[in-house]
């Protein structure tokens, strides 16, 4: 149980980084005036 709450707690944690950053990609893009979406 543990180490399954603990796995559960790392995706979560990783997701919320990666997620971040991917958003954050799109923000640059944009303020570079790059279309990335058509």
């Known amino acids: 149980m543990t180490s399954e709450l603990g796995y559960a ?3 979560v944690i990783i997701f919320i980084i990666s997620a971040t950053f991917h958003e954050a990609a799109h923000a640059w893009a944009s303020k ?3 279309l990335l979406h058509t």
């Open 9 to 11: 707690l790392a995706w």
């Open 32 to 34: 570079k005036g790059w």
